[in-house]
């Protein structure tokens, strides 16, 4: 079992170090890498969003969520929108030139994960959809974290 969990490890670390590598090779162009696609996508899908509900779509250190936050925000990307009811209330949203970038970022993030799985039949990839989901689900069940 021993040597088991140490090439699942790994694995596990290979597998990070190469999806990090090829995004930030698919992403440079634009100037974004893949935590500041991570929160354009989850803006751009909500539309608006506050902090708190971004912190829960996004498994990213929340120090690190206001720090890429402000980096989009410095590069026109996104925006901060405090509710006139709430002044306390700030709401995350894409800004027009973010959402221009956003179809060319999503085409090729999907390009790329297409290219990993390429060579891989339906019942490899099903497999493995299903052990990561397992694995997913017993972290869940040790620390109270909850997948995305």
Request: with cysteine; glycine share 10%.
């Amino acid at each position: 079992m021993e040597r088991r969990v140490a090439r699942l490890q790994g694995d596990l670390a290979n597998l990070v170090h190469v999806l990090v590598a090829g995004l930030k090779e698919q992403l440079s162009p634009y100037g974004v890498d893949a935590v500041e696609y991570t929160i354009l996508s989850a803006c751009f899908t909500a539309g608006q969003i506050t902090f708190r509900d971004l912190r829960g779509l996004v498994p990213v250190d929340p120090n690190q969520i206001n720090r890429v936050v402000g980096r989009l925000e410095q590069r026109g990307l996104m925006e901060k929108v405090r509710i006139r009811r709430d002044r306390r209330i700030v709401h995350l949203r894409v800004t027009d030139e973010g959402r221009a970038i956003m179809p060319a970022l999503v085409e090729r993030v999907q390009a790329y994960y297409a290219l990993l799985v390429r060579d891989i039949d339906h019942g490899e990839l099903a497999g493995s959809i299903a052990v990561m989901e397992k694995m997913i689900e017993a972290g869940e069940g040790t620390t109270g974290v909850r997948g995305v």
